[in-house]
Structures are given as C-alpha cells and as structure tokens.
C-alpha cells in the first residue's frame, strides 16, 4: 500500500512546457477553461479591450475551450482582431497554443486550468476571492511568485492594472514562469507512476 496516494485536485500534463522553450518574445495571454458562467472571460474581454484602446497592448488572446456562453461571447468580440478562437483543444494542441503565450488568465472562478497554466510555464492571473473558486488550485499560486491574484472586490480596474503591470516587465514574468514549472513539478510527480484512489475533481 506504499504506492496508493490520495492526490489533491491535479493534473499530470503529457504535453508540458518547460520554461527553456520560452523565449521572452512571446505576445500571447492564453485562456483554457470551459465558456460558462463564472469563467469571467466577458470581464477579461472588457479590459484587453479597454488596454488596446488607451494605449500600445501588443498582445493577443487566445481562448481555448467551448461551452454555453461561446457564441455569446464571440458574438460580442466579434470586431475584436486580437481574439483567436480555439474551440475545444487538448494536449498537444493547448501546448502548441501555449509556445505563443507569455502568461495565462482564468479571471473567473478557477479549477484545473490554473496547474494546466502552470504546467505550461504560464504565470496564472485569478481572482483573490478563494473562497469562491471552484477548487483548491488557486491556492497554488504564490503572489508575485507564480502569479498574480486580483482584487475580487474591484475586478475590472485591479485585473486592468495586473495584466499592464505584466505586460510591462517580461523580465520578471520570466522568473515567474520558471517558479510556475517548478510548482507544478510535484504535483506531476505525484501522479506519474502511482495507483491514485482519489483525485477529489471539482
């Protein structure tokens, strides 16, 4: 019984990005989750938008995933040139995506997309209201470290100034990337190789 374990909410990423890959060049902020209620990608669309329109925000979104809120939401970015539309994706794919991202946001209530993000070397920007995320995994992130947790209570302007802030030191993201890989490393090696009897799934 040495090798059964009970694992946290985990995933093991097959497909993971390694912080050597990076460049430091890359103009990307990935969103991976499922389009529904809660996922707070209508807010993130609102301050990318808002960051393109006040000034030099060279970066583009790239939203992996499908769900109830998709078409509504495409529908309203529809004019929106710095989108790209993944739709559902997996493994090799979301990785693929991910080479073009510097960090990634899930501003909603957030679960297993915060350790994939982190798995792809991707500084995870969430909300700081933990007792309203679907799980334990943004308890993951170690502010200034892994990520950055926004103000719940004001999420439009405080989610505004985190993703400027990032944008503006690629430098520090970078040592955020190779904290994010390092963070995620024991929850791969956890699960690689042994007999889980409970992953406690949101």
């Known amino acids: 019984m040495d090798k059964v374990f009970v694992v946290p909410n985990s995933l093991l990423n097959r497909f993971a990005v390694p ?9 990307g902020i990935l969103f991976v989750g499922r ?13 990318v ?36 539309w993944h739709g559902e994706a997996y493994g090799a794919r979301v990785s693929n995506i991910s080479r073009e991202c510097l960090f990634g946001c899930y501003p909603g209530n957030a679960g297993l997309s915060v350790v994939h993000m982190m798995s792809l070397s991707l500084p995870v920007i969430t909300h700081d209201d933990l007792s309203s ?5 943004p308890s993951y992130i170690r502010k200034g470290f892994t990520g950055v947790l926004y103000d719940h209570g004001d999420p439009e302007q ?22 994010c890989f390092e963070e995620y490393q024991p929850h791969a090696a956890i699960l690689r190789g042994k007999t889980v009897v409970s992953h406690e799934w949101n």
């Not at 389009?35 to 301050?47: H, I, N, T």
């Open 49 to 84: 938008r808002r960051l393109k329109e006040e000034g030099d925000f060279p970066f583009t979104l790239h939203v992996v995933g499908d769900g109830e809120e998709a078409a509504g939401l495409r529908q309203q970015a529809a004019a929106c040139n710095w989108i790209i």
């Open 19 to 27: 912080p050597e890959e990076k460049t430091g060049k890359e103009r």
């Open 35 to 47: 389009l529904r209620s809660g996922s707070g990608l209508a807010l993130l669309l609102r301050v």
């Open 158 to 179: 405080s989610l505004y100034r985190s993703l400027q802030r990032l944008a503006a030191a690629p430098d520090q993201v970078g040592t955020m990337q190779r904290s």
């Open 133 to 137: 995320h679907e799980g334990p995994e």
